[in-house]
Protein backbone atom coordinates (compact mmCIF):
# COMPACT_ATOMS: atom_id res chain seq x y z
CA UNK A 1 0.00 0.00 0.00
CA UNK A 2 1.38 3.60 -0.45
CA UNK A 3 2.12 5.79 2.26
CA UNK A 4 -0.29 8.82 0.75
CA UNK A 5 -2.85 7.71 -1.97
CA UNK A 6 -4.69 10.16 -4.33
CA UNK A 7 -7.12 10.20 -6.78
CA UNK A 8 -4.94 11.58 -10.07
CA UNK A 9 -7.65 13.36 -11.77
CA UNK A 10 -8.43 14.86 -14.12
CA UNK A 11 -10.95 16.85 -12.32
CA UNK A 12 -12.62 18.98 -14.65
CA UNK A 13 -15.06 21.16 -12.79
CA UNK A 14 -17.07 24.41 -14.14
CA UNK A 15 -16.18 27.93 -12.69
CA UNK A 16 -17.94 28.42 -9.61
CA UNK A 17 -18.75 24.77 -9.01
CA UNK A 18 -17.60 23.19 -5.42
CA UNK A 19 -15.29 20.03 -5.40
CA UNK A 20 -13.86 17.57 -3.11
CA UNK A 21 -10.72 15.75 -3.05
CA UNK A 22 -9.50 13.25 -0.82
CA UNK A 23 -6.25 11.35 -0.05
CA UNK A 24 -5.66 8.39 2.31
CA UNK A 25 -2.69 7.58 4.22
CA UNK A 26 -1.01 4.66 5.58
CA UNK A 27 0.45 5.12 8.52
CA UNK A 28 -1.59 5.95 11.78
CA UNK A 29 1.63 7.14 13.58
CA UNK A 30 1.78 10.43 10.98
CA UNK A 31 1.01 13.64 12.85
CA UNK A 32 1.66 16.26 10.37
CA UNK A 33 -0.75 16.67 7.33
CA UNK A 34 -0.83 19.38 4.47
CA UNK A 35 -1.82 20.44 0.84
CA UNK A 36 0.07 21.87 -1.15
CA UNK A 37 -0.39 23.50 -4.62
CA UNK A 38 1.77 22.68 -7.91
CA UNK A 39 1.36 24.91 -10.69
CA UNK A 40 1.78 23.41 -14.33
CA UNK A 41 5.69 23.65 -14.84
CA UNK A 42 6.47 24.79 -11.09
CA UNK A 43 7.60 24.43 -8.00
CA UNK A 44 4.81 23.15 -5.28
CA UNK A 45 3.43 25.90 -2.72
CA UNK A 46 2.26 25.38 0.72
CA UNK A 47 -1.80 25.58 0.25
CA UNK A 48 -2.74 25.17 3.74
CA UNK A 49 -1.98 22.78 6.29
CA UNK A 50 -4.64 20.35 8.12
CA UNK A 51 -5.59 20.58 11.72
CA UNK A 52 -7.11 17.83 13.56
CA UNK A 53 -10.43 19.87 14.24
CA UNK A 54 -10.51 21.07 10.58
CA UNK A 55 -10.16 24.52 9.35
CA UNK A 56 -10.73 26.89 6.60
CA UNK A 57 -8.61 29.55 4.69
CA UNK A 58 -11.38 31.51 2.68
CA UNK A 59 -12.90 29.01 -0.01
CA UNK A 60 -10.95 26.30 1.21
CA UNK A 61 -11.41 23.71 3.81
CA UNK A 62 -9.03 20.96 5.33
CA UNK A 63 -10.82 18.04 6.87
CA UNK A 64 -8.89 15.25 8.96
CA UNK A 65 -10.54 12.08 9.52
CA UNK A 66 -7.45 9.75 11.96
CA UNK A 67 -10.20 6.81 12.48
CA UNK A 68 -9.87 6.40 8.49
CA UNK A 69 -6.55 7.84 7.85
CA UNK A 70 -8.08 10.59 5.44
CA UNK A 71 -7.46 14.17 4.72
CA UNK A 72 -9.82 16.04 2.49
CA UNK A 73 -9.71 19.82 0.34
CA UNK A 74 -12.69 21.21 -0.35
CA UNK A 75 -12.53 24.12 -2.61
CA UNK A 76 -15.96 26.31 -2.91
CA UNK A 77 -16.55 28.96 -5.55
CA UNK A 78 -13.99 27.23 -8.07
CA UNK A 79 -12.00 30.05 -9.65
CA UNK A 80 -10.14 30.00 -12.97
CA UNK A 81 -6.68 30.25 -11.19
CA UNK A 82 -7.58 27.28 -9.19
CA UNK A 83 -6.49 25.13 -11.83
CA UNK A 84 -3.19 22.82 -11.11
CA UNK A 85 -2.03 20.10 -8.68
CA UNK A 86 -3.06 19.71 -5.70
CA UNK A 87 -0.46 17.45 -3.40
CA UNK A 88 -1.64 15.57 -0.10
CA UNK A 89 1.58 15.51 2.06
CA UNK A 90 2.27 13.34 5.40
CA UNK A 91 4.82 13.66 7.38
CA UNK A 92 6.92 9.96 8.21
CA UNK A 93 6.97 9.77 12.00
CA UNK A 94 9.96 8.05 13.69
CA UNK A 95 11.88 10.48 10.94
CA UNK A 96 10.96 13.96 12.74
CA UNK A 97 8.39 16.09 11.88
CA UNK A 98 10.48 17.69 8.76
CA UNK A 99 10.47 14.37 6.22
CA UNK A 100 7.72 14.27 4.54
CA UNK A 101 5.96 11.95 2.28
CA UNK A 102 4.23 13.80 -1.14
CA UNK A 103 1.11 12.14 -2.86
CA UNK A 104 1.25 11.99 -6.37
CA UNK A 105 -1.44 14.63 -6.90
CA UNK A 106 -4.40 15.51 -8.24
CA UNK A 107 -5.11 17.22 -11.17
CA UNK A 108 -7.65 20.09 -11.16
CA UNK A 109 -8.58 21.88 -14.28
CA UNK A 110 -11.27 24.74 -13.63
CA UNK A 111 -13.50 25.40 -17.10
CA UNK A 112 -15.14 28.75 -17.87
CA UNK B 1 10.80 37.23 0.21
CA UNK B 2 11.87 33.83 0.66
CA UNK B 3 14.04 32.43 -1.87
CA UNK B 4 15.17 29.08 -2.97
CA UNK B 5 17.46 29.07 -6.08
CA UNK B 6 18.64 26.17 -8.20
CA UNK B 7 22.16 26.50 -10.99
CA UNK B 8 19.92 25.62 -13.39
CA UNK B 9 16.72 25.11 -14.71
CA UNK B 10 17.71 22.77 -17.92
CA UNK B 11 20.82 20.44 -17.82
CA UNK B 12 21.40 17.75 -20.37
CA UNK B 13 24.68 15.46 -19.40
CA UNK B 14 25.85 12.20 -21.07
CA UNK B 15 25.38 8.78 -19.49
CA UNK B 16 28.78 8.38 -16.88
CA UNK B 17 29.24 11.89 -16.04
CA UNK B 18 29.42 13.27 -12.69
CA UNK B 19 27.02 15.88 -12.02
CA UNK B 20 26.45 18.51 -9.85
CA UNK B 21 23.12 20.15 -8.47
CA UNK B 22 23.42 23.18 -6.30
CA UNK B 23 20.88 24.63 -4.13
CA UNK B 24 21.08 28.07 -2.20
CA UNK B 25 18.29 29.34 0.31
CA UNK B 26 18.43 33.17 1.69
CA UNK B 27 16.22 32.42 4.58
CA UNK B 28 18.80 30.88 7.19
CA UNK B 29 17.19 27.55 7.39
CA UNK B 30 18.18 24.46 9.03
CA UNK B 31 17.05 22.03 6.87
CA UNK B 32 17.28 21.34 3.28
CA UNK B 33 16.18 18.67 0.91
CA UNK B 34 16.46 17.39 -2.63
CA UNK B 35 13.69 15.42 -4.18
CA UNK B 36 13.10 14.34 -7.57
CA UNK B 37 9.61 14.33 -9.13
CA UNK B 38 8.63 11.51 -11.83
CA UNK B 39 5.21 11.22 -13.61
CA UNK B 40 3.36 8.93 -11.35
CA UNK B 41 5.34 8.89 -9.02
CA UNK B 42 5.26 11.82 -6.98
CA UNK B 43 8.21 13.67 -4.77
CA UNK B 44 10.69 11.42 -3.19
CA UNK B 45 12.95 12.37 -0.80
CA UNK B 46 16.76 11.66 -2.11
CA UNK B 47 18.74 13.16 1.09
CA UNK B 48 17.97 15.62 3.92
CA UNK B 49 20.18 17.82 5.70
CA UNK B 50 19.54 19.63 9.45
CA UNK B 51 22.77 21.11 9.66
CA UNK B 52 26.28 22.27 8.10
CA UNK B 53 28.30 18.66 7.31
CA UNK B 54 25.16 16.78 8.16
CA UNK B 55 22.86 14.67 5.85
CA UNK B 56 20.71 12.19 5.99
CA UNK B 57 19.68 9.52 3.24
CA UNK B 58 15.98 9.90 2.30
CA UNK B 59 13.80 7.46 0.52
CA UNK B 60 16.05 6.80 -2.86
CA UNK B 61 19.70 7.84 -1.99
CA UNK B 62 21.37 5.46 -4.09
CA UNK B 63 23.48 6.64 -6.80
CA UNK B 64 23.36 9.94 -5.52
CA UNK B 65 25.21 12.11 -2.93
CA UNK B 66 25.20 15.30 -0.75
CA UNK B 67 27.60 18.52 0.33
CA UNK B 68 26.39 20.97 2.65
CA UNK B 69 29.49 22.86 3.63
CA UNK B 70 28.07 26.18 4.20
CA UNK B 71 24.47 26.68 5.42
CA UNK B 72 23.14 28.48 2.86
CA UNK B 73 24.18 25.78 0.17
CA UNK B 74 23.11 22.36 -0.71
CA UNK B 75 24.49 20.39 -3.07
CA UNK B 76 23.15 17.11 -5.02
CA UNK B 77 25.96 14.98 -6.62
CA UNK B 78 25.67 12.23 -9.27
CA UNK B 79 28.89 10.37 -9.26
CA UNK B 80 28.13 8.50 -12.55
CA UNK B 81 24.99 9.66 -14.23
CA UNK B 82 22.62 7.12 -15.66
CA UNK B 83 19.60 7.21 -18.05
CA UNK B 84 16.80 6.43 -14.87
CA UNK B 85 18.22 9.94 -13.13
CA UNK B 86 16.50 11.77 -16.00
CA UNK B 87 14.00 13.92 -13.75
CA UNK B 88 12.81 16.92 -12.38
CA UNK B 89 15.36 17.45 -9.02
CA UNK B 90 13.86 20.00 -6.44
CA UNK B 91 15.64 21.71 -3.27
CA UNK B 92 13.37 22.97 -0.66
CA UNK B 93 14.30 24.72 3.04
CA UNK B 94 12.74 25.03 6.00
CA UNK B 95 13.21 26.05 9.69
CA UNK B 96 14.36 23.62 12.23
CA UNK B 97 10.65 23.64 14.14
CA UNK B 98 9.47 21.53 16.79
CA UNK B 99 5.76 21.84 15.71
CA UNK B 100 5.69 19.85 12.36
CA UNK B 101 4.25 22.62 11.28
CA UNK B 102 6.76 24.18 9.12
CA UNK B 103 6.66 24.77 5.12
CA UNK B 104 9.04 23.68 3.24
CA UNK B 105 10.15 26.68 0.54
CA UNK B 106 11.32 24.72 -2.68
CA UNK B 107 13.26 26.01 -5.85
CA UNK B 108 12.16 26.24 -9.25
CA UNK B 109 13.71 22.63 -10.00
CA UNK B 110 16.44 21.16 -12.45
CA UNK B 111 14.82 18.86 -15.21
CA UNK B 112 18.00 17.10 -15.64
CA UNK B 113 18.42 14.79 -18.85
CA UNK B 114 20.91 12.26 -18.94
CA UNK B 115 21.56 10.73 -22.83
Known amino acids: RKEVEQDPGPFNVPEGATVAFNCTYS??????FFWYRQDCRKEPKLLMS???SGNEDGRFTAQLNRASQYISLLIRDSKLSDSATYLC?????????????FGTGTRLTIIP | DVKVTQSSRYLVKRTGEKVFLECVQD?????MFWYRQDPGLGLRLIYF???????EKGDIPEGYSVSREKKERFSLILESASTNQTSMYLC??????????????FGPGTRLTVT
Open chain 2, 27 to 31: MDHEN
Open chain 1, 27 to 32: NSASQS
Open chain 1, 89 to 101: VVNKPNFGNEKLT
Open chain 1, 50 to 52: VYS
Open chain 2, 92 to 105: ASSPLGTSGEDEQY
Open chain 2, 49 to 55: SYDVKMK
